[in-house]
């Protein structure tokens, strides 16, 4: 007997050992400049989205006008298009100073602050077309920005360490998403919008200060300096190869059908999460504090965990955990329905989602990271991401059609089975994988 309990404590502390080991790789420098791009990165985004309607709204803009306006965010869905351009052109001095990464993104993030600062500087209600042009910038210039930084956590992470920087990077994320979007719209009431986007203007300086801070990442780099190659050459080096490299891969077409698919059942529930909340008869208070606030939270505790699940038992793995559990808590919005208004079901709801959404994304994240051939990081990235950005909203845009149709319990439980095809996909590609490949960052 006192030998058993022996080997159970011996099995215990090497468990713990192992998780130890897992979370470790969160104490590593890199993440924190990581995560502080992130925050620069996701920043700018409600800027030309939620932030932008409700200015517009509060100046007197009329509801079609508003729903225009979210044209301006076009170039998150076509990055791909200029995303060779950042990968493969040197820059005149500033490349050869601060490196091809970290050249780029300090071009492109003090662009970024110009164009923050002079939609502050315009006035929507007389003449919205100049509101809309800085926008668009603005827009432009994150998109960019976003590749920049995607690029950057990819080359400086060892393959292990994908699912700690998608946890860092998704974190920095959505507290410049938090900032952006609740902090500016309740500083409005006190002070004016030119002073609100001089100020988050000055918050692009905390991804600035990361980039110098940061080490430029160690890979080949295949750039064109303008005469070492023809234009014709630099043609087939950046804009071909990357989609040739990836078309040769086994399994492509099934890799960009999960990608496309993975968060379906996520999609269409969350197009009308909203109008769930209030059909129900949730106030904006109770709809603002747990959807918001605690949501939040239970979102950052996903994607660490998410993080941490890739590092300990490989992408794979915490892909198809997330992938159920994503599937599985959407039963919890049926059961909300059934239940009707009650706050305590609703932060259940709504924490076990965040939790679970914020697990697959981090997981998500690792495995488009791990797709990414290190000649073509940046353009290959772009190319995922704006297949799911345009996949997601053309894929959501059938949930309020589903929802009329159906009553919400009904809904919900469908949005539970339209996540199958997308875990069908992902048991397919685990059994297309490499030996060893799926337990990539378990050891």
Same mark, same amino acid.
């Given at each position: 007997?006192?030998?058993?309990?022996?080997?159970?404590?011996?099995?215990?502390?090497?468990?713990?050992?192992?998780?130890?080991?897992?979370?470790?790789?969160?104490?590593?420098?890199?993440?924190?400049?990581?995560?502080?791009?992130?925050?620069?990165?996701?920043?700018?985004?409600?800027?030309?989205?939620?932030?932008?309607?409700?200015?517009?709204?509060?100046?007197?803009?009329?509801?079609?006008?508003?729903?225009?306006?979210?044209?301006?965010?076009?170039?998150?869905?076509?990055?791909?298009?200029?995303?060779?351009?950042?990968?493969?052109?040197?820059?005149?001095?500033?490349?050869?100073?601060?490196?091809?990464?970290?050249?780029?993104?300090?071009?492109?993030?003090?662009?970024?602050?110009?164009?923050?600062?002079?939609?502050?500087?315009?006035?929507?209600?007389?003449?919205?077309?100049?509101?809309?042009?800085?926008?668009?910038?603005?827009?432009?210039?994150?998109?960019?920005?976003?590749?920049?930084?995607?690029?950057?956590?990819?080359?400086?992470?060892?393959?292990?360490?994908?699912? =700690?920087?998608? &946890? @860092?990077?998704?974190?920095?994320?959505?507290?410049?998403? +938090? !900032? *952006?979007?609740?902090?500016? #719209? %309740?500083?409005?009431?006190?002070?004016?919008?030119?002073?609100?986007? =001089?100020?988050? &203007? @000055?918050?692009?300086?905390?991804?600035?200060?990361?980039? +110098? !801070? *940061?080490?430029?990442?160690? #890979? %080949?780099?295949?750039?064109?300096?303008?005469?070492?190659?023809?234009?014709?050459?630099?043609?087939?080096?950046?804009?071909?190869?990357?989609?040739?490299?990836? !078309?040769?891969?086994?399994?492509?077409?099934?890799?960009?059908?999960?990608?496309?698919?993975?968060?379906?059942?996520?999609?269409?529930?969350?197009?009308?999460?909203?109008?769930?909340?209030?059909?129900?008869?949730?106030?904006?208070?109770?709809?603002?504090?747990?959807?918001?606030?605690?949501?939040?939270?239970?979102?950052?505790?996903?994607?660490?965990?998410?993080?941490?699940?890739?590092?300990?038992?490989?992408?794979?793995?915490?892909?198809?955990?997330?992938?159920?559990?994503?599937?599985?808590?959407?039963?919890?919005?049926?059961?909300?329905?059934?239940?009707?208004?009650?706050?305590?079901?609703?932060?259940?709801?709504?924490?076990?989602?965040?939790?679970?959404?914020?697990?697959?994304?981090?997981?998500?994240?690792?495995?488009?990271?791990?797709?990414?051939?290190?000649?073509?990081?940046?353009?290959?990235?772009?190319?995922?991401?704006?297949?799911?950005?345009?996949?997601?909203?053309?894929?959501?845009?059938?949930?309020?059609?589903?929802?009329?149709?159906?009553?919400?319990?009904?809904?919900?439980?469908?949005?539970?089975?339209?996540?199958?095809?997308?875990?069908?996909?992902?048991?397919?590609?685990?059994?297309?994988?490499?030996?060893?490949?799926?337990?990539?960052?378990?050891?």
């Amino acid at each position: 007997m006192p030998a058993e309990r022996a080997d159970d404590r011996t099995r215990v502390r090497g468990r713990l050992r192992t998780w130890g080991r897992a979370l470790s790789v969160y104490r590593d420098r890199r993440f924190v400049y990581i995560l502080l791009m992130g925050f620069s990165s996701g920043l700018p985004l409600l800027l030309t989205l939620s932030t932008l309607s409700y200015w517009l709204a509060t100046v007197g803009i009329d509801k079609t006008a508003i729903g225009l306006f979210a044209l301006v965010g076009l170039p998150y869905s076509f990055k791909f298009l200029w995303a060779p351009v950042i990968d493969h052109v040197a820059l005149p001095f500033v490349t050869r100073r601060f490196g091809r990464r970290r050249g780029w993104a300090l071009v492109i993030q003090a662009a970024l602050i110009g164009g923050i600062l002079l939609m502050g500087l315009t006035d929507p209600a007389r003449d919205p077309w100049t509101t809309a042009l800085a926008a668009f910038v603005i827009a432009f210039f994150s998109a960019s920005q976003d590749i920049v930084v995607d690029a950057y956590r990819i080359e400086i992470l060892a393959e292990h360490e994908q699912g =700690a920087g998608a &946890a @860092a990077t998704q974190t920095g994320y959505r507290f410049g998403l +938090l !900032l *952006a979007g609740a902090g500016a #719209v %309740a500083l409005s009431d006190f002070v004016g919008w030119p002073v609100i986007f =001089a100020a988050l &203007a @000055a918050c692009v300086l905390v991804g600035v200060a990361a980039v +110098l !801070l *940061a080490p430029e990442p160690q #890979v %080949a780099e295949r750039v064109w300096h303008g005469a070492a190659d023809s234009p014709r050459d630099w043609l087939d080096n950046a804009v071909v190869a990357p989609f040739r490299d990836f !078309l040769t891969r086994p399994g492509w077409l099934v890799i960009l059908a999960f990608v496309l698919l993975y968060k379906f059942g996520d999609a269409i529930g969350g197009v009308m999460a909203n109008p769930f909340y209030v059909a129900l008869g949730f106030t904006g208070v109770e709809i603002a504090s747990v959807t918001k606030i605690f949501g939040m939270v239970a979102t950052l505790a996903g994607i660490l965990a998410g993080g941490v699940l890739v590092a300990r038992y490989g992408i794979f793995t915490a892909l198809l955990v997330g992938g159920i559990l994503q599937a599985a808590t959407n039963l919890l919005f049926a059961l909300q329905a059934m239940v009707g208004n009650d706050v305590a079901v609703l932060a259940l709801t709504i924490g076990a989602d965040n939790f679970t959404g914020g697990l697959g994304s981090a997981a998500f994240v690792a495995y488009l990271s791990s797709l990414c051939s290190a000649a073509f990081t940046g353009t290959q990235y772009a190319l995922l991401t704006s297949l799911m950005a345009a996949g997601r909203t053309l894929l959501s845009s059938g949930g309020g059609w589903l929802a009329d149709q159906t009553d919400w319990v009904t809904f919900f439980v469908l949005t539970t089975g339209l996540a199958a095809p997308g875990l069908l996909l992902l048991l397919w590609l685990m059994r297309l994988a490499p030996v060893g490949l799926a337990e990539k960052g378990g050891s």
